[in-house]
């Protein structure tokens, strides 16, 4: 018989920690000198500024193995600024006691170490903020009750995840499992174990929800330039930058031309170039020759010539590479702030165009519940989930009524960037519609390959966009609803910098409550169309990242209208508005002469403890605390067990004025203003032409809006004055 050698296979090994031998005497009994030349890692020593391990993964980063005693903290300062060296003493004690002599005898691995610096940076950045200098200063209480703000302004993604926040509690276990030996070395630390009643997971779910809803949308001062904005480039100057592309398609090339010859002047004709010097030519004369449109209302084009004398930044090369990205960036934002979608899924959406409906590609019309409305939805693979697979959403593009021809501006915005990329499109390895453009002073020619753009990339891109053309050097130093004192500072000084995408998802849930007058009469048309579309069909309540997105604004909607009732800068109205103003004057007297900031932690605590839920129109909000006395439900005839929200089939004005759960604002007072003008306006007609009779609901319905719009401080005097001049217009005397 014939005998086969099995052969000997190497097994790869667990990874084992690094743990060098302690020559003479324990860490913790070591002298600073002693500690700073010890070799904490076989790359580093305990007086180095970067702590190194040797990575034993293949292809892993090298922040993956180290930790970075320079990093920078929240407020821009460094670590290893003189003001932090306590700070940053006890945090390299901790870290070697947690490498070389753990409690539990289990060292983390090299490849953990990038995790354990990003946690080491949440907590210092917080304990600097506070001006806390030793473990023995930190109130976790305090720390646990301040993370859904804190991580709600570093987050620059689209969602805070319980990763985010379970990073954020990664250290302080440690301060209290390691505090024998921190005692020993001489860092006074936790008094008391900080996870005595729940573990840290469960923390880190309940502040991950929490935290979701501390992201704010943006700003109103800021969202509507920056919406006009993104509206105004969709237009014409759109349709200019799209004509410019043809100088990267260069369709003379190889083609027959008319030349000029030199000697006779006569007229000849040639097969012109392909090469770089005679495209530069072409291109030069058409630069020469181009002009841009002069738009409507004004007396001379909206952009200046190109001038092909001039070869830097302000050259024609760098400008239309300036003006390419400026409608990319405007259709991006325009898809995204007018969808919900995040930007992982704007990113996902694939080029090309429907050969039977002639939509871009991905995008179909379906009817709304009533069949009043056509909906125009995009079905994009959505990334993130609870299960961690990507699977298939579908989006809310926009609406219109049923039999109208327009389309709205995110739909027009994907047939834009269709265009725009089409010189590139067909040599590009993705079937992604946006493509990365390679750095450099102007765009690439049409036969080179582009991979697909990238989230950090699109997000640095919508940050220029703001930079460059919107205008936020007028902004006052504070909103008219905020939640922090002198918030727009940050806006007007940084030009837009602290943008981040995933406030536009906020935005678009924020204007589906109400539209913003001061918004260009086409956005507010997409809103209006996309609020009444989405009340009449299921979209909102199927596609869970939106209702979590409109959960949260109107959660932030609640806890501001609280907010400035308290500061005695919003009167409500409505029963339940009435309810609210009594219940809230013991907080009041709490909130009174501090921060905004502190006084909105407050507003949060008591808005959480009362779990008061809220529910938003354009005429106003229903808090279903009585749910015996909702009239809207009263009328469809609900079950006392099944009022968990107003019925937004019977739910109108009228029926919402005199229910017990009804409250309003100033922010619906456009809503009732209107109502007014127009319910006097027709009965003082009516009274004009002497027969009033069947006006008795239109005045009460007047008189309604007046008694409401009194209550939170609108001068209805005002409005008499506008009754009597659209009167006096009609020749129609008061």
């Keep these: 018989m014939k005998h086969t050698l099995t052969p000997i296979i190497d097994l790869p090994q667990p990874e084992k920690p690094y743990l060098p031998p302690h020559d003479h005497r324990p860490i913790w009994e070591m ?89 080491i940076n949440w907590l210092l950045s917080w304990m600097a903020q506070r001006g806390m200098q030793t473990p023995n200063e930190l109130d976790v209480d305090a720390y646990l009750e301040d993370l859904p703000r804190y991580i ?41 174990a900080p996870f005595r009643e729940h573990g840290k997971n469960y923390y880190a779910r309940i502040l ?84 841009f449109s002069i738009l409507p209302g004004e007396s001379k084009p909206w952009h200046a010539a190109l001038d092909e004398t001039k070869k830097d930044e302000k050259g024609p090369y760098a400008q239309i590479r300036l003006l390419f990205e400026a409608v990319r960036d405007a259709c991006a934002m325009s898809i995204q702030g007018m969808s919900g979608m995040r930007i992982s899924e704007l990113m996902g959406i694939e080029a090309g165009f429907d050969a039977v409906s002639g939509l871009p590609r991905g995008v179909r019309i379906e009817l709304s519940a009533s069949g009043l409305y056509e909906l125009f939805v995009i079905r994009t693979l959505l990334s993130k989930t609870e299960a961690g697979l990507p699977r298939e959403m579908d989006w809310v593009l926009g609406a219109r009524p049923k039999g109208s021809m327009d389309e709205p501006l995110p739909v027009r915005a994907l047939r834009l960037l269709n265009r725009l990329h089409e010189p590139w499109q067909r040599h590009a390895p993705t079937p992604r519609l946006f493509l990365a453009m390679p750095g450099g002073v102007g765009l690439v020619i049409k036969n080179t390959g582009l991979a697909a753009m990238g989230t950090t990339k699109m997000r640095d ?48 849930a924020q204007f589906m409550f109400a539209v913003d007058p001061s918004l260009m009469p086409a956005i507010q048309l997409q809103f209006h169309h996309l609020s009444m579309a989405m009340t009449d069909s299921g979209y909102i309540g199927s596609n869970l990242s939106l209702l979590s997105d409109m959960d949260s604004v109107a959660t932030q909607a609640r806890n501001l209208m609280i907010l400035e009732t308290v500061l005695g800068r919003n009167p409500l109205a409505g029963r339940m508005g009435e309810e609210l103003e009594q219940a809230t004057q013991k907080l009041a007297e709490q909130v009174k002469g501090l921060p905004t900031t502190d006084a909105y932690k407050e507003v949060v605590k008591f808005c959480e403890h009362a779990q008061l839920p809220i529910f938003f129109s354009p005429h106003g909000a229903c808090m279903p605390m009585k749910t015996h006395e909702m009239r809207c439900q009263d009328e469809a005839g609900t079950s006392l067990l099944l009022r968990k929200q107003p019925n937004a089939r019977t739910r109108q004005p009228s029926l919402c004025a005199g229910c017990g759960c009804f409250v309003l604002d100033a922010r619906h007072a456009d809503f009732w203003a209107a109502r007014y003008l127009d319910n006097w306006l027709a009965y003082k007609r009516a009274e004009r032409s002497g027969d009033v009779s069947g006006y008795k609901v239109i005045k009460e319905r007047a008189e309604q809006a007046g008694k ?23 020749h129609v005397p008061a």
């Design 461 to 508: 891109s919508m940050k220029r966009f703001i930079a460059r053309w919107v205008d936020l050097s007028g902004l006052p130093d504070e909103s008219q609803h905020k939640i922090k004192d002198n918030d727009l500072i940050e806006w007007r000084e940084s030009k837009g910098h602290v943008f981040k995408s995933h406030m536009l998802r906020k935005s678009w």
């Design 31 to 119: 002298t600073p000198a002693e500690f700073g030349e010890f070799q904490v890692t076989p790359l580093s020593k305990g007086a180095d500024s970067v702590w190194i391990w040797e990575r034993t993964t293949p292809g892993q980063a090298k922040s993956a193995a180290q930790v970075n005693w320079g990093m920078e903290l929240g407020d821009g300062s460094r670590l290893t600024d003189t003001r932090h060296a306590l700070r940053l003493e006890w945090a390299k004690k901790l870290m070697a006691l947690i490498t070389h002599a753990p409690v539990d005898g289990v060292a983390p691995t090299a490849g953990s170490m990038g995790r354990y610096h990003r946690a």
């Design 152 to 192: 709600s302004e570093r987050a620059d993604e689209d969602e805070i995840t319980f990763t985010q926040v379970q990073l954020s509690l990664k250290i302080i276990p440690y301060l209290w499992s390691e505090r024998r030996l921190l005692t020993k070395w001489g860092v006074p630390t936790l008094h008391q």
């Design 708 to 730: 409401l719009l009194k209550k939170i401080g609108v001068k209805v005097v005002q409005l008499d004055g506008k009754i009597e001049m659209t009167l006096e217009a009609e």
């Design 208 to 291: 991950a929800t929490k935290a979701r809803g501390w992201i704010p949308p943006l700003p109103d001062e800021v969202v509507v330039p920056i919406f006009n904005n993104v509206a105004w480039w969709l237009g014409q100057p759109a349709e200019d930058v799209l004509a410019l592309m043809k100088y990267v398609e260069d369709p003379l090339a190889g083609t027959e031309i008319e030349v000029m010859t030199g000697k006779h002047k006569g007229i000849r004709k040639l097969k012109a170039g392909y090469g770089g010097v005679a495209r530069r030519r072409r291109n030069g004369r058409f630069f020469a020759d181009f002009v």
